[in-house]
């Protein structure tokens, strides 16, 4: 069996998206995929059996939150990851490498790593490549990801520099890496950049990892430099490996990126917006505290057979919202997890009947009658 | 159908404690049985699904929240409460006296009625018996309250006064009901006064109403009070009748007043205890925030069967506490929940087998072990 976790096996392609299986210890994850994020080892207000109800396979969690809080030591003691989550299929750890740079207080690069101070306590820390495997390796996830240095998109001179660093230590990460039942994905970087990303795309393929992700996107810069980037890179990343597109998206952003050959996604989009009020329907975002709401009697999505849309009317949640009732935090994720994962699984279903164009198109066409186009730039996860 | 709706069917009595058969237009209510407390038309924290996997039959929701928000015609217009809040088993609603009194920020008693200002913005408010009647006709609950006077249990002076208003009120209630498929409950009121609830028992009594319930208890008063003003009130309230015991309680209180012959009860202490990391085992509560719990992978209660408990260890629920994650007040509600219906399911058992004092006793010598008894105190209901 050994032999054949985390070989990505594609089953059709139409045009640049495409379906496969990727084999991992804890099962096949079939492509595209959007993972939900769970922080600090639960996906924010809904159950592990939420979660399966509505189809998800790959959860992902956070290596730095999980590092301070409870410590990698203890989830490690207590069975690894999948245990001590309730999760029993695949897991994916992000390095770290993006909340140093985002989240902590302050923080100073050197060759050899990151010393950086918990956002929680202040308390000092230094994560460095072989730092953020052992952790990783702690954890257990089935794909952990390279530690990679997180410059601003639009800095050339430091995205140059970040970007070197970060394939130095795509080598040590590769060298330290201990477990055989682990994937390690090497992360693109270089910016909004084309040459840059061109550059790191070919580094960082060189390596022959199972997988390859695009990091330092929706973080700020346009959509159309996310499409270039994405365009750039995937047309040098190898066909036969996943995508993964970090920290992305939104219901367009899927679209957009299954289209442009992105396998796998992951963002706190749709858990934070849900305990924000705002659900994803057909035709775009809405804000369920509105007063529009207040006594309609259909559910978030006609078209949606998630928990929330077969059971609870808009004018219910609404009620709940209002009266600070955490059931609105829990019905609205489980719709807007559910309506991204409903995407993948019809991408996969039109890329399977070649008609993935037309389907794009009629969702695009669709989610933009009511919706402004926003910038995703949800990849913080606190 | 209709001429069996609220018989109330006793199976078996084991000394005063009674097993028994309450039929609703949603169902029939096994007794004794404990009702998970949906104040806001949701039980804080769980899905309506969560609560039908650990077998909760009568739930409670709150005339005078649900009167001031979202208020009582939005829910009737929306199909009633069952529909609004996705509860097809029976629900009872009390009558908003007892918030009137001890929630709203002034009030102000006269023979027809309260007004009051609304706990969340001040607005001023009228209930008479008849609104309260109206309300809760609206609202739809299976089992409806009368609308009562709630006084300091221990004020003589002032419990006699709201006691002869809650007759005078109950007379009124009675007058004032429309609907056929309610069944209404009348109130004895008279403090810690016994020959006040022999007067009110006897008084409400003489209704002939399809059940009963005491009020102004677990609101502060010793457990000796209470459970001598239980003994001298069911000693008068007709056998054949259901008996509710208002805002009660903890296990030992369920115990308790399933000895001295109450069939129902309600309480906001599983959920509101949950959210404060607080959890019931057999040996008494526990608080899983302490450092104790740490690193321990035993579930909260080895002997428990809830999705919590068969799933999660205490070290994973408390790392959720730590890190403020929703997921740990789900969990310790869902097992809090659990435990009070097993308590009430291990009860009928033991009393069709004749032998509720022995399992009471051992309860009870079990829970003290680890636990101080504490007042549960625990009936306002925000």
């Known amino acids: 069996m050994t032999r054949q976790w ?5 089953e059709q392609v139409d045009g640049h998206a495409r379906v496969g299986t990727f084999q991992t210890p804890h099962g096949g994850i079939s492509t595209p995929v959007f993972a939900p994020v769970g922080t600090q080892a639960t996906v924010k207000s809904v159950t592990p059996a939420q979660l399966e109800e509505i189809g998800a396979s790959l959860v992902l ?5 999980l590092y301070l809080r409870p410590g990698e030591n203890l989830v490690a003691e207590l069975g690894g990851l999948h245990r001590f989550m309730n999760w029993s ?3 994916l750890t992000d390095s770290g490498g993006f909340q140093v740079f985002s989240l902590s207080d302050t923080r100073k690069v050197d060759e050899d790593g990151v010393n950086f101070k918990s956002h929680i306590d202040g308390s000092t820390h230094r994560f460095t490549p072989e730092k953020s495997i052992r952790v990783q390796e702690a954890l257990g996830a089935d794909i952990i990801m390279a530690f990679d240095e997180c410059a601003e998109p639009d800095q050339r001179e430091y995205s140059e520099v970040a970007m070197l660093r970060t394939h130095r230590w795509l080598e040590r990460c590769i060298s330290s890496k201990m477990r055989s039942d682990q994937a390690l994905f090497g992360i693109v970087q270089g910016g909004i950049f084309p040459d840059l990303r061109r550059q790191s795309a070919e580094f960082t393929a060189r390596q022959e990892l199972p997988g390859y992700a695009i990091g330092g996107l929706s973080v700020g810069e346009s959509k159309e430099d996310m499409h270039a980037m994405i365009e750039v890179v ?21 679209i957009n990126g299954i289209w442009r050959g992105v396998d796998i996604f992951d963002c706190v989009l749709p858990t934070r917006l849900a305990r924000h009020h705002g659900a994803f329907t057909p035709f775009g975002r809405i804000n369920l505290a509105n007063n529009i709401n207040a006594s309609d009697s259909s559910p978030i999505d006609e078209s949606c057979g998630c928990y929330a849309c077969r059971n609870f009317s808009r004018a219910y949640i609404r009620h709940l919202i209002l009266a600070k009732e955490m059931l609105a935090g829990t019905l609205v994720s489980i719709h807007n997890l559910n309506f991204l994962l409903e995407i993948t699984r019809q991408s996969r279903q039109a890329i399977l009947e070649s008609r993935f164009d037309r389907y794009a198109t009629e969702f695009l066409n669709r989610w933009h009658t009511h919706t402004e186009s926003e910038g995703s730039n949800s990849r913080d996860q606190l």
Chains 1, 2 share one sequence.
């Open 6 to 10: 985390f070989e990505y096996k594609i």
């Open 61 to 65: 969690a956070n290596t730095y939150h």
């Open 89 to 91: 299929r695949p897991i």
């Open 234 to 254: 995937n047309d040098i990343l190898p066909k036969e490996k996943p995508r993964y597109l970090m920290g992305v998206g939104s219901p367009e952003d899927l």
